[in-house]
T-cell receptor, first 112, second 113 residues
């Protein structure tokens, strides 16, 4: 079952613009992760944020987490054509359950 | 490290045939996961192993699906008999507990006709 739900489903932006996508989840978590999937490829881990963290950066990526609202956002700054992909948030089930549930994803298209 | 290796990359089979998908996780990773991805249902966790032991197989659709991990470097997912609704991309992923994210393989695209 999908715990995380991304919004929007699809996003089209111009190269150089920022892209923001959101993820909402239902139950308590230990951490939340974001993944990227290029067409026809496997998922690639981008960033992990723990439940006691509020913000994390990695290169052009910025992730926030609001556990009170059970939501997270992923910001990609200064987008490039190579950022065109689907982005998924994934959450564990909390406690000692290590398995991840993935949302339906946000498809991002960066126009040159 | 070559990453998580899955084979075959593509499989086309006839309904009723047995299908075996293979996965070699990253050396040293103690968790292995099998996921299925379809347009309709997204990414679904089928089963996962910890130190070669199946921990949770609640996502396995039915008895036609079985998975094994005979050692730390190899796992199989078998479908017998296969049906057209099994058509999907099957991913294997591995990880180390507490070390962060999963490493996914490139997937096996299964088409059952």
């Amino acid at each position: 079952s999908q715990q995380g739900e991304e919004d929007p489903q699809a996003l089209s932006i111009q190269e150089g613009e920022n892209a923001t996508m959101n993820c909402s989840y239902k139950t308590s978590i230990n951490n939340l992760q974001w993944y990227r999937q290029n067409s026809g490829r496997g998922l690639v881990h981008l960033i992990l944020i723990r439940s006691n963290e509020r913000e994390k950066h990695s290169g052009r990526l910025r992730v926030t987490l609001d556990t009170s609202k059970k939501s997270s956002s992923l910001l990609i700054t200064a987008s490039r054509a190579a950022d065109t992909a689907s982005y998924f948030c994934a959450t564990d089930a909390g406690s000692n359950d290590y398995k991840l549930s993935f949302g339906a994803g946000t498809t991002v298209t960066v126009r040159a | 490290d070559a990453g998580v290796i899955q084979s075959p990359r593509h499989e086309v089979t006839e309904m009723g045939q047995e299908v075996t998908l293979r996965c070699k996780p990253i050396s040293g990773h103690d968790y292995l996961f099998w996921y299925r991805q379809t347009m309709m249902r997204g990414l679904e966790l089928l089963i996962y192993f910890n130190n070669n032991v199946p921990i949770d197989d609640s996502g396995m659709p039915e008895d036609r699906f079985s998975a094994k991990m005979p050692n730390a470097s190899f796992s199989t997912l078998k479908i017998q008999p296969s049906e057209p609704r099994d058509s999907a991309v099957y991913f294997c992923a591995s990880s180390i507990q507490g070390a962060g994210g999963y490493t996914f393989g490139s997937g096996t695209r299964l088409t059952v006709v």
